[in-house]
């Protein structure tokens, strides 16, 4: 008998035209497997009818609120079905980038410097304040502190950029982070269960590596594999990344970026469900590696499990 494996992909998250297309390339991987696989979309169907078809793994290809923030992750451990990626804390503290950013500071691993605003003591006096008191210097990068994707994430050059885009994203979240922007190279490292893969380099040709450079053809982001860092520089920032991961006690895949400026490594975040489609960094590092897609799949699968 075939395991029977549940897909589940798409979802109702900003993010879920890329939770698609990860999920119909892990599809196909799965299959070669020689699991038997079915898709399952949240937005198309209710979660209670998994109960009922019985499947001996769940592979999350969820992106975004709602997959990768411990919220169906609790739902899968409630079922006591083996699923992939990190659990529910795991998956909670790395998509609420304040809480990630306490563990890294926790951990001694280096971040921008940052601060919180909060809906309802938001005042332009108060954003002066508060840049002041933490020293922060423009550009000051916005964005709120639990979407992936570089959704709602902006550079601001000045105070009435900021102050603008602060108002903005407050209207649509209670809270938000703003933090230095750090420039220098944008590096990226796959781990997978608990060992770092490689790092990538990423050139994009627009002002920062947003949602249309990672998604987007068009963008023409350049990838650099091996990333261009000197031997001693390489090895430190995977071992930072695998710090990071075990920090925060994530399970199978992780991707952490980080900005390497003046000779330091920042970590801007951790993300416990990376993209897997054909643009994607992780099936990227790992085919370096002579890891095809289908073998990194299995090794997700391979790491599937509940009481995380």
């Not at 991987?29 to 078809?53: C, M, N, Q, R």
């Not at 230095?180 to 002002?207: C, D, H, W, Y």
Request: glycine letters at 6%; proline letters at 3%; hydrophobic letters at 35%.
């Amino acid at each position: 008998m075939k395991k029977k494996v549940l897909l589940v992909l798409g979802g109702t998250s900003k993010e879920r035209q890329v939770s698609l297309k990860s999920g119909l390339a892990c599809y196909e991987a799965i299959k070669k497997l020689g699991y038997a696989v079915k898709k399952f979309d949240p937005l198309k169907e209710h979660l209670a009818s998994i109960k009922k078809k019985k499947f001996k793994i769940i592979f999350n290809a969820l992106h975004g609120k709602g997959g990768e923030d411990g919220v169906i992750q609790t739902y899968f451990e409630f079922l006591k079905i083996p699923y992939t990626h990190s659990g529910i804390i795991s998956s909670l503290n790395a998509m609420n980038k304040i809480i990630s950013k306490k563990i890294f500071i926790a951990n001694k691993i280096r971040t921008p410097k940052y601060f919180i605003l909060n809906k309802t003591d938001y005042s332009g006096k108060n954003l002066k304040k508060l840049i002041q008191k933490k020293r922060i210097t423009f550009p000051i990068v916005s964005k709120p502190i639990n979407e992936g994707s570089s959704i709602g994430v902006k550079i601001c050059l000045n105070f009435k950029s900021l102050k603008k885009h602060s108002k903005f994203l407050l209207k649509k979240y209670d809270d938000i982070i703003n933090e230095s922007f750090i420039g220098g190279q944008e590096i990226q490292v796959a781990t997978i269960n608990n060992k770092a893969l490689g790092a990538i380099e990423l050139r994009p040709k627009r002002n920062f590596y947003d949602y249309k450079a990672k998604y987007s053809k068009s963008a023409k982001t350049e990838h650099i594999m091996p990333a261009d860092l000197t031997k001693k520089n390489y090895k430190k920032v995977l071992k930072i990344a695998e710090k990071t991961h075990k920090a925060l006690k994530c399970r199978g895949v992780t991707r952490c970026d980080f900005k390497f400026w003046k000779n330091k490594f920042y970590l801007l975040e951790i993300n416990t469900q990376p993209g897997m489609t054909s643009l994607s960094l992780v099936p990227e590092i790992a085919k370096y590696k002579n890891i095809t897609f289908t073998q990194l799949v299995k090794k997700i699968i391979l790491d599937a499990g509940i009481n995380k």
